[in-house]
């Protein structure tokens, strides 16, 4: 045959997913010259067939990686294929991709050994010492596609996270997990990648649709926080789904871990059930205790420092941070304000006095007082509501967590009650009370550290009841004992004082009058104190006052205060203060300037003398 130069001339891309069974004699391929021999060229029609230009048949001087067209020749029945080569200036080209299936991911562990097809979003590139490892998102799951070009090379550095992809590879096993070997990535064209994308959004919403399952006791309260429950449920649901990164944040109390863990047991569980690395709930979902109720700078600081470095290094997106048992302050503000800057989504859990200002941060937030409730609904019982609606088969292993939880945190809601007697079978009050302070006391130890096998163990959540119960004594006989040692050296040191309004106050200075460093911490020991004051003062308004050189820690029976309010109110009378604090309306904390501490604690006692007492029956 002649080469000819005409419009009509039809030249053949082949793609890279093709195979010997795509190549048709007499057709002309684009190429690339691979080698030399003594005999001839070697020329690479795709990453996987290279054919054989013999001497006679070549038409100029080439070096290696230049492009050239070939005519096939013939096909051995070997597999051996021999090329001419042709020099044609005006032709047309036409793409040849391997005819595959397109299959759901949640389907691909029947097709193992087969070629298929999967179209999806691209949820996150890691780049390893061999391999370039493509985590592919569709309408059903997620899998892990790997390609090879040359070791620590990225392959397809035209795809991007977030792109809409076709993938063409066989189906293996590796490690005893599914993977693609990838025989070909391309990136859809505009339209495909509208008409992908909306086809996947569209089932991904109605998969991450929690189901409608009743609350686990009567509540008003937690029945008109439903609705704001559900949106939350499903924006987790969604990522876990769409593998985002989920941070959970949490108030580092007995309260703010029964709710953060039950989460995390209801999205292990999911991220395991959706597939991707059998390790993804490692990477994918990391809790954070905070010592303070609320998100500090310091915490953002440390959140955001890790997701940039995962997004850059492994390819992940940037992740959801979900708050529980602390975010509904102003004092969370500048941390959302950090937050916002990456577009970082933050969703809420909290029955702290919420401020109106944080709202326009926050994706859903949910928290009692938004439907007429207070804070004896607690992190723990809220929690494990969400916890449920993220999946549902969870709830055999945290359903007694919000009994702990309403233990932990003196909630004196009915809804306490009703969880006790939901799980009084498994877990008197009294049990409940251990685990809270084995929880408290552990964490104190753990510091910063989410210890997530240890307290699953405190928890009862691993199945080992015997070691749980050894576990829970032991550390139960600790706490107790370091408390009363503390008592011991705190108790003597407590000043009284009768106010205006006939409350009851006692003063404490834990910095001179209590061990430092040590458990239990100044807002637990202030807690202990007030405890015994109150059994001491039946029936009368109790407020102590535990404070330090530049903070004090609040607790109050009977004196119907509101301390994120008279914060507030006291930094803007007392100039030089630096004061800040909140927490809850009659359990909370205060910071000031150490030089301004006299002022600050006779003003904070004049609004304690003028605030209600609770009546009493």
């Not at 996987?48 to 038409?59: A, F, S």
């Not at 928290?367 to 088969?393: C, K, Q, S, W």
Request: with cysteine; glycine share 8%; net charge negative.
């Amino acid at each position: 045959m002649k080469d000819t130069d005409s419009d009509d001339v039809m030249v053949y891309r082949l793609g890279s997913g093709c195979d010997l069974a795509d190549i048709e004699e007499g057709n002309i391929y684009q190429g690339k010259v691979q080698g030399f021999a003594n005999f001839g060229m070697f020329v690479q029609i795709n990453d996987r067939i290279k054919g054989l230009v013999h001497k006679t048949n070549m038409k100029g001087e080439h070096k290696e990686r230049d492009s050239i067209l070939v005519r096939v020749r013939q096909v051995r029945p070997n597999g051996n294929i021999d090329l001419e080569e042709v020099i044609i200036q005006v032709y047309q080209v036409q793409n040849v991709e391997r005819k595959s299936t397109t299959v759901r991911i949640a389907d691909l562990s029947q097709k193992i050994g087969r070629t298929v097809a999967i179209e999806g979003e691209i949820a996150q590139i890691k780049q390893t010492s061999g391999p370039t490892i493509f985590t592919i998102v569709d309408e059903t799951g997620t899998q892990n596609a790997a390609a090879f070009v040359e070791a620590g090379v990225r392959a397809y550095p035209e795809a991007e996270m977030g792109h809409m992809v076709k993938v063409i590879g066989e189906v293996m096993t590796r490690n005893g997990q599914l993977q693609i070997e990838v025989d070909a990535l391309s990136v859809l064209t505009d339209d495909e990648a509208v008409e992908v994308k909306a086809r996947i959004e569209k089932a991904l919403d109605a998969r991450a649709e929690p189901e409608d399952i009743p609350l686990l006791v009567k509540s008003d309260v937690m029945e008109n926080l439903r609705p704001e429950m559900r949106k939350i449920a499903k924006i987790i649901r969604k990522a876990v789904f769409t593998s985002q990164p989920i941070i959970l944040r949490h108030h580092a109390d007995a309260d703010g871990i029964c709710s953060a863990v039950a989460i995390e047991q209801a999205v292990i569980s999911l991220i395991k059930e959706s597939g991707g690395d059998f390790d993804a709930d490692y990477y994918l979902f990391k809790r954070a205790p905070s010592k303070a109720p609320f998100y500090e700078i310091e915490d953002i600081t440390r959140d955001l420092d890790f997701a940039l470095k995962d997004h850059i290094r492994f390819g992940q997106k940037m992740p959801l941070i979900l708050l529980t048992d602390n975010g509904s302050t102003e004092e969370d503000e500048p941390a959302y304000k950090v937050a916002s800057v990456y577009d970082i989504e933050l969703v809420v859990i909290d029955h702290h006095h919420p401020d109106a200002t944080i709202d326009k941060y926050v994706r859903a937030h949910v928290n009692p007082y938004h439907v007429g409730g207070d804070f004896g609904i607690t992190a723990g019982m809220l929690g494990t509501e969400v916890a449920r609606l993220i999946n549902p088969g969870v709830e055999p292993i945290i359903r007694h967590l919000p009994a702990v939880a309403g233990v932990g945190d003196r909630s004196e809601a009915p809804e306490r009650a009703l969880f006790l007697s939901l799980i009084s079978d498994q877990y008197s009050e009294s049990d409940c009370k251990d685990i809270a302070l084995a929880l408290d006391y552990e964490q104190f130890w753990l510091r910063f550290n989410d210890g997530r096998e240890i307290v699953k163990d405190i928890l009862n959540i691993t199945g080992n009841t015997e070691r749980h119960k050894k576990l829970v004594r032991l550390l139960v006989d600790g706490a107790n004992t370091m408390i009363e040692d503390q008592m011991n050296a705190s108790m003597p040191h407590v000043v009284p004082r009768v106010l205006e309004n006939e409350a009851h106050l006692f003063l404490l200075d834990v910095e001179i009058h209590a061990h430092k460093f040590t458990f239990p911490p100044p807002g637990k020991t202030s807690g202990e104190v007030h405890d015994r004051l109150c059994k001491q003062n039946a029936g009368k308004p109790v407020v102590t006052i535990g404070f330090g050189p530049d903070f004090a820690v609040l607790r109050s029976r009977g004196v119907l205060m509101n301390i994120p309010v008279m914060v507030r109110e006291l930094r803007n009378e007392i100039p030089g203060g630096g004061i800040s604090g909140g927490g809850h309306l009659v359990v909370g904390s205060i910071k000031f300037v150490e030089g301004m501490r006299d002022v600050v604690l006779e003003a904070l006692i004049k609004k304690i003398a003028d605030a209600p007492l609770q009546k009493y029956h």
